[in-house]
């Protein structure tokens, strides 16, 4: 058997744990972009990441969420970097609970050409959920396009919501012209909403962290690990990075051009992560010919379970590659 029957016999076997949406964006890096600094967004176009956040948010000063939204609406409204570009280019409006999220929404969503994706933030309940949606999809209801949705969990509340979240967001958008493709760890949010005070080891972050991954798997969507603010620490911000892709996450957003490169290698399977599944699939595939549920590959016992994390390996490879 080829490689490629054998990828997709295993394939038969385990369908990965990412992604069982209409279509995969790689978001290994999602970096923000204060949407009032022209001079930080021209730059963000020129540079090599997969997701180029355009911010409404906290990283603009109220005084300046309107200049924020209508730069953004430049942007939109220009053809330039709309074709032939292999990253996503995305908009974190204001929350629902704030003045801004539907001025945003509308700047935004009557552009001639519409972002990839909405990114929402402070998602705490359903109500939140569906007064945004029912907004998105009346302003592109007569659109082509259907735009993806990443939601933040970064409050106690949205910690303790998050599953209904997830499970009303994916409810609504089945009907709608916005489809839940993500989250987004909120983390500088949830210290604030907890009172929790940061310690180097991040212990503390723990619990929410692990929730919103397994969470976040359970319904196939991206999970998106929090920032790392301490911008020049870059042998921290490899760490925090490998550790977030080892504990699932497929993402981290980044908030300077210097963490990109860093954050983007941590979530992409080596080339030695990458042989060992290829080998694993391979050993794997003979030892079934042979009527052999566990064998021994490298030292390790393998069996079903093993076979599928190496599946993994290939799923995030193959999902991930296309941006290199
Ligand atoms: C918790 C949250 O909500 S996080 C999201 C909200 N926060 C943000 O969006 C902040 C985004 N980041 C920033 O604004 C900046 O990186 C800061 C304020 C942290 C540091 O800014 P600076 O002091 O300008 O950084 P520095 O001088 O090292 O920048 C080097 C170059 O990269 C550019 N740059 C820095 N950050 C960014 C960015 N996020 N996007 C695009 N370009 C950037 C600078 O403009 C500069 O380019 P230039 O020399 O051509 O002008
Ligand atoms: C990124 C973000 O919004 C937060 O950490 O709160
Ligand atoms: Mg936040």
Redesign the pocket.
């Known amino acids: 058997m080829n490689f490629l029957k054998l990828l997709n016999y295993v394939g038969k076997l385990h369908r990965g744990t990412l992604i069982s949406v209409r279509h995969y964006t790689p978001r290994r890096a999602l970096?923000?972009?204060?949407g009032d600094?022209i001079?930080?967004?021209s730059?963000?176009f020129t540079?090599n990441v997969d997701c180029i956040t355009m911010?409404c948010?906290?990283?603009v000063a109220l005084n300046k969420k309107e200049t924020a939204r209508n730069t953004i609406r430049n942007i939109l409204d220009t053809e330039k970097n709309v074709v032939k570009r292999n990253y996503d280019r995305a908009v974190r409006v204001n929350p629902v609970t704030s003045e801004f999220c539907q001025c945003d929404l509308r700047a935004v969503l009557t552009a001639k050409y519409l972002p990839d994706t909405i990114l929402l933030p402070k998602v705490d309940d359903k109500e939140q959920l569906k007064w945004f949606l029912d907004q998105v999809n009346s302003l592109i209801i007569e659109r082509k396009e259907i735009i993806d949705l990443i939601i933040y969990v970064e409050s106690a509340v949205g910690v303790i919501n998050f599953y209904d979240n997830c499970k009303y967001a994916i409810e609504l958008s089945q009907t709608g012209k916005i489809s839940l493709a993500g989250v987004v760890f909120?983390s500088?949010?949830l210290c604030a909403s907890i009172g929790i005070t940061r310690s180097s080891d991040g212990a503390e972050l723990l619990y929410a962290r692990q929730k919103i991954v397994l969470i976040s798997k359970a319904f196939n969507l991206q999970a998106i690990d929090m920032?790392h603010?301490d911008?020049k620490d870059l042998a921290g911000l490899k760490k925090y990075a490998e550790q977030g892709a080892q504990m699932g996450y497929t993402g981290k957003?980044v908030?300077?051009?210097?963490q990109i490169p860093i954050v983007q290698d941590a979530f992409l399977p080596s080339k030695r992560q990458v042989e060992w599944a290829t080998g694993l699939l391979e050993s794997f595939q003979e030892h079934q010919l042979k009527g052999k549920g566990a064998f021994v590959y490298k030292g390790n016992m393998i069996d079903m379970p093993t076979m599928k994390q190496a599946q993994n390996v290939m799923d995030i490879f193959k999902l991930t590659s296309s941006n290199v």
């Open positions: 970096m923000y972009v204060p600094d001079r930080k967004l730059k963000a540079l911010d948010e906290d990283g909120g500088d949010d920032v603010i911008y957003q908030i300077h051009p210097d």
